[in-house]
């Protein structure tokens, strides 16, 4: 069996990156059924669909909160989006703990104070993994939240780092992922704060400093892709409404929308 090198000796991964080069990132903010917001993101051939209900009234009292919204995160993992075609219930220990991570990174961040006495669901689908399922699921959440006009504290990206031998990589694929130690770290750009910092594997002290500095410069970058996403699908939604001021040249503008934007 033939081992495929995970960095060669001209520095080239096995899908022909750099070490530090992100893969092509992908973001859809169209309508996705009911959803009151909605974000399809890719991350190489990782594929995640978020979708965004509420606020609104509690199904359960139980689970009403009396100042503060509660955060409901439900993870589904398609059959077909790994190779071993097997299917996983929602009791599985793994979609469980990918939940509860979610939960926990967005809690501090989403202004919850707002909606006292009600729910904000997030339902997170897979249909695709090669590596950095978590960064992918936290990226969309982010998008999808801001799809749906839920105020949030500063935008959150996720990155995932690992070190082969002694070279550290960003974005790590399936492959990588179960080759070398790795981390997930989730930063908010704004107040350069990490909402988030897990490893499943164990990564060597010395090196720790160096990935997380690396994952919170990469976490930018997202940033800016992020923000671009979110003023492009504004556009196309003051356009279509009609809105807005116009221009000398008759185009749209959202100024108001502009300037919030550049808030974050």
Do not use: W
């Not at 599985?92 to 979610?102: C, G, Q, Y």
């Not at 499943?200 to 997380?212: A, G, M, S």
Request: include cysteine.
């Amino acid at each position: 069996m033939v081992r495929i090198e995970i960095l060669n000796q001209g520095g080239f991964r096995s899908d022909g990156r750099r070490q530090f080069e992100l893969r092509d990132m992908t973001i859809d903010l169209s309508q996705q059924g009911q959803a009151d917001g909605s974000a399809v993101v890719t991350h190489g051939l990782t594929h995640v669909l978020v979708s965004v209900f509420g606020p609104r009234e509690a199904k359960m009292r139980s689970q009403t909160i009396h100042d503060r919204a509660n955060i409901n995160v439900e993870v589904g993992v398609a059959a077909f989006s790994t190779g071993d075609r097997r299917k996983r219930a929602r009791g599985d220990k793994r979609i469980l703990e990918l939940a509860a991570t979610i939960k926990s990174t967005f809690e501090p961040v989403v202004q919850t104070n707002l909606y006292p006495r009600s729910q904000i669901d997030i339902f997170v689908q897979v249909l695709q993994q090669d590596g950095g399922l978590l960064q992918a699921c936290i990226n969309a959440t982010t998008l999808a939240l801001v799809n749906a006009g839920i105020p949030l504290l500063d935008f959150v990206c996720a990155v995932t780092g690992g070190v082969h031998s002694t070279s550290p990589l960003l974005d790590l694929t399936l492959l990588e992922e179960n080759d070398v130690p790795n981390v997930t770290v989730a930063v908010m750009p704004k107040t350069g704060k990490a909402t988030l910092v897990t490893m499943e594997t164990r990564l060597h002290v010395d090196r720790f400093e160096e990935i997380f500095r690396l994952a919170a410069d990469a976490g930018k970058v997202i940033h800016g892709e992020m923000k671009s996403a979110v003023r492009s699908r504004t556009s196309e939604l003051v356009t279509v409404m009609g809105s807005g001021p116009r221009a000398s040249g008759g185009d749209l503008v959202d100024k108001d929308g502009d300037d919030r934007m550049n808030g974050y």
